[in-house]
């Protein structure tokens, strides 16, 4: 690191203390200077002359109104001190709490180990020996370790032609996900069925009759007022999206819990066909789910982890290049796949972009902010052309991050374009190379790897943000109500069920 660099980096955070302490550093001197000066107002006998004055004007005016007016003006000041003690805990009622959260982790028997998965792909005879290299190449390369994350029974046995195909297998699989995250987390709470307000369920490709919302009310017996809602379509954002409509729930309905789950099904999800862009997804992605419960109750407020600060969603569906960029369609066979094109890291680097510009002005600090606004009017006014645009620094806003973790490339892609340090991008690269792909509950593992491995003390603030298909960019802010570190099944390679 040259001398220039490292002063610009020490400036840069000199300017972020004395911006961020700014208020410190002015009312200390004017509160030195005014207790001077009333030390000196004393000692001259300015009191003493104060008191006499207004015993003199009580006694000339002899008004009863002069004791009303006194009465009137506390009456205020007591209304005042109401409203605004009032307004405290309103807002802090109002307050949208995470209460808790689990990561499943599948069962031993599910390990993904690839030169298994390999052959049960050769003896189906679907693929091409081209095909077969393909797929084989993008596992080793992919960054996903050994064993490759979880994948249903079906393909441990390699099974791909018969079972497959089967929707009792498929929701087999999902339900399986579903209801014991559901369960766990009811369990970490110490809630039951009974007390959930609302539940939203998310699974992008598999969307049966009845909906997985039903299902889950059916398996715990929930009670007949609960409101349900199922996400389907929305790619890798899904579970920040399920949230959002939580948010939306709760900042409407008092002293209301809303239950979150989401899965992704593999066997819906497999690709039989030769095309590379739709092998992709037979390579990167693995089982995973979540469960999460959000509160506005004041009783959850003194257990729950964590408060949402703030939601944003941006879209790109209206750039057909976005749109077309990962995309259910059959192939020149006619069979079903997803497509996953080139152009996804670039459209991935738009969404981020607008992403952050929306969110920067709800979390950043001012000294950021001057910096971002000083960099844009030297370039667009001042016509300096030299000067590089100025991304803000989120390190200065969050402690933590978890981004979805899709794929090596492109964990460090975004990872570069934040500046975030090999530590701020271990959450996600462990998390892919453990579990693959999980698609919506991908930031859940990062989420829980943070709480197991690193640790968040209160007041820390944490950034999750995921990408959907569509194509959109989905993120949300966090602050830590207690300090958490707790050992999650995730990572202790303790199995759900």
Same mark, same amino acid.
Request: charged share 20%; net charge positive; proline share 4%.
């Given at each position: 690191?040259?001398?220039?660099?490292?002063?610009?980096?020490?400036?840069?955070?000199?300017?972020?203390?004395?911006?961020?302490?700014?208020?410190?550093?002015?009312?200390?001197?004017?509160?030195?200077?005014?207790?001077?000066?009333?030390?000196? *107002?004393?000692?001259? @006998?300015?009191?003493?002359?104060?008191?006499?004055?207004? $015993?003199?004007?009580?006694?000339?005016?002899?008004?009863?109104?002069?004791?009303?007016? /006194?009465?009137?003006?506390?009456?205020?000041?007591?209304?005042?001190?109401?409203?605004?003690?009032?307004?405290?805990?309103?807002? #802090?009622?109002?307050?949208?709490?995470?209460?808790?959260?689990?990561?499943?982790?599948?069962?031993?028997?599910?390990? =993904?180990?690839?030169?298994?998965?390999?052959? @049960?792909?050769?003896?189906?005879?679907?693929?091409?020996?081209?095909?077969?290299? %393909?797929?084989?190449?993008?596992?080793?390369?992919?960054?996903?370790?050994?064993?490759?994350? %979880?994948?249903?029974?079906?393909?441990?046995?390699?099974?791909? #032609?018969?079972?497959?195909?089967?929707?009792?297998?498929?929701?087999?699989?999902?339900?399986?996900?579903? +209801?014991?995250? /559901? $369960?766990?987390?009811?369990?970490?709470?110490?809630?039951?069925?009974?007390? /959930?307000?609302?539940?939203?369920?998310?699974? =992008?490709?598999?969307?049966?009759?009845?909906?997985?919302?039903?299902?889950?009310?059916?398996?715990?017996?929930?009670?007949?007022?609960?409101?349900?809602?199922?996400?389907?379509?929305?790619? =890798?954002?899904?579970?920040?999206?399920?949230?959002?409509?939580?948010?939306?729930?709760?900042?409407?309905? &008092?002293?209301?819990?809303?239950?979150?789950?989401?899965?992704?099904?593999?066997? !819906?999800?497999?690709?039989?066909?030769?095309?590379?862009?739709?092998?992709?997804?037979?390579?990167? %992605?693995?089982?995973?789910?979540?469960?999460?419960?959000?509160?506005?109750?004041?009783?959850?407020?003194?257990?729950?982890?964590?408060?949402?600060?703030?939601?944003?969603?941006?879209?790109?569906?209206?750039?057909?290049?976005?749109?077309?960029?990962?995309? $259910?369609?059959?192939?020149?066979? @006619?069979?079903?796949?997803?497509?996953?094109?080139?152009?996804?890291? !670039?459209?991935?680097?738009?969404?981020?972009?607008?992403?952050?510009?929306?969110?920067?002005?709800?979390?950043?600090?001012?000294?950021?902010?001057?910096?971002?606004?000083?960099?844009? *009017?030297?370039?667009?006014?001042?016509?300096?052309?030299?000067?590089?645009?100025?991304? &803000?620094? *989120?390190?200065?806003? +969050?402690?933590? *991050? =978890?981004?979805?973790?899709?794929?090596?490339?492109?964990?460090?892609?975004?990872?570069?374009?934040?500046?975030?340090?090999?530590?701020?991008?271990?959450?996600?690269?462990?998390?892919?190379?453990?579990? @693959?792909?999980?698609?919506?509950?991908?930031?859940?593992?990062?989420?829980?790897?943070?709480?197991?491995?690193?640790?968040?003390?209160?007041?820390?603030?944490?950034?999750?943000?995921?990408?959907?298909?569509? %194509?959109?960019?989905?993120?949300?802010?966090?602050?830590?109500?207690?300090?958490?570190?707790?050992?999650?099944?995730?990572?202790?390679?303790?199995?759900?069920?």
């Amino acid at each position: 690191m040259t001398g220039g660099t490292q002063f610009l980096r020490y400036s840069k955070a000199a300017f972020h203390l004395v911006c961020s302490y700014a208020g410190v550093l002015l009312v200390v001197p004017l509160a030195s200077v005014m207790a001077r000066r009333a030390i000196a *107002f004393q000692e001259a @006998g300015g009191v003493d002359e104060l008191l006499q004055m207004v $015993q003199q004007w009580r006694e000339s005016s002899g008004s009863p109104w002069v004791a009303v007016g /006194v009465a009137a003006a506390a009456l205020m000041a007591l209304q005042v001190m109401l409203a605004a003690l009032y307004y405290l805990i309103m807002r #802090r009622r109002s307050e949208i709490c995470l209460v808790d959260f689990y990561s499943y982790r599948p069962p031993d028997r599910m390990n =993904c180990i690839p030169k298994l998965l390999i052959q @049960g792909a050769k003896r189906s005879n679907l693929y091409t020996e081209r095909s077969l290299e %393909f797929m084989e190449n993008v596992i080793r390369i992919s960054g996903i370790g050994e064993p490759q994350g %979880f994948l249903p029974d079906e393909f441990q046995e390699g099974v791909y #032609r018969e079972m497959v195909h089967s929707i009792a297998n498929k929701r087999a699989e999902t339900e399986l996900a579903l +209801f014991t995250c /559901v $369960q766990k987390v009811l369990d970490k709470t110490g809630l039951k069925a009974k007390d /959930v307000d609302a539940l939203i369920t998310n699974c =992008c490709t598999f969307n049966p009759v009845p909906s997985l919302s039903a299902a889950v009310v059916n398996h715990f017996k929930m009670k007949q007022s609960v409101k349900t809602y199922h996400i389907g379509g929305m790619g =890798c954002a899904a579970s920040v999206i399920a949230m959002d409509l939580a948010q939306e729930l709760l900042k409407n309905h &008092p002293n209301w819990r809303v239950v979150i789950a989401g899965s992704d099904n593999c066997l !819906e999800t497999v690709y039989y066909g030769n095309q590379r862009n739709m092998l992709i997804t037979n390579c990167l %992605f693995r089982l995973g789910g979540v469960a999460a419960v959000l509160s506005n109750h004041p009783a959850d407020r003194k257990i729950a982890k964590y408060r949402l600060d703030h939601l944003v969603r941006t879209h790109l569906g209206a750039d057909d290049a976005a749109y077309n960029c990962v995309i $259910q369609k059959d192939d020149e066979e @006619g069979k079903i796949g997803t497509k996953i094109g080139r152009e996804v890291m !670039e459209t991935a680097g738009k969404a981020l972009k607008a992403n952050i510009t929306a969110i920067g002005p709800l979390v950043l600090p001012l000294s950021e902010k001057l910096i971002f606004v000083g960099n844009l *009017f030297a370039r667009k006014v001042l016509g300096l052309k030299s000067i590089k645009p100025y991304t &803000p620094d *989120f390190k200065t806003a +969050f402690e933590h *991050f =978890c981004i979805h973790p899709g794929g090596k490339t492109v964990i460090e892609g975004v990872g570069s374009q934040l500046g975030l340090r090999p530590s701020q991008l271990l959450p996600m690269l462990r998390p892919f190379e453990r579990y @693959g792909n999980t698609s919506s509950s991908s930031t859940w593992y990062a989420w829980s790897f943070v709480e197991t491995c690193q640790g968040v003390k209160r007041g820390q603030r944490l950034w999750q943000l995921s990408f959907g298909s569509g %194509f959109k960019c989905a993120s949300a802010a966090w602050t830590a109500l207690r300090d958490c570190d707790e050992q999650h099944d995730a990572w202790t390679e303790t199995p759900s069920c």
